[in-house]
């Protein structure tokens, strides 16, 4: 597993409750994947949409390998975003 890889792992993984478990998933294809609540597993996370896609699909079974970026769409301070284990540069 890539480093990048094991970094959405551990996000997944370790996403703390004070953090909405909701967002976009943005693939390495350019595809944009929102979810509503997400289930872990060795090298895949499970997304869990609210509504289905064109093709009716409400699941989206994703390698972390294929995982380019993580959008949060819940308004909030960069601060609370801390307990992910941000911070600001020195």
Do not use: C, N
């Amino acid at each position: 597993m890539s480093s990048a890889s094991s970094d959405w792992r551990t996000l997944f993984e370790s996403w703390p409750e004070v953090i909405p478990r909701h967002g976009l998933v943005v693939t390495m294809q350019g595809e944009t994947i929102p979810f509503v609540g997400y289930l872990v597993s060795g090298g895949i996370v499970l997304l869990d949409r609210d509504k289905p896609d064109s093709y009716g699909a409400r699941k989206v079974m994703l390698a972390y390998e294929a995982i380019a970026s993580v959008k949060i769409t819940t308004p909030m301070e960069l601060a609370r975003f801390q307990v992910m284990g941000f911070q600001a540069p020195m």
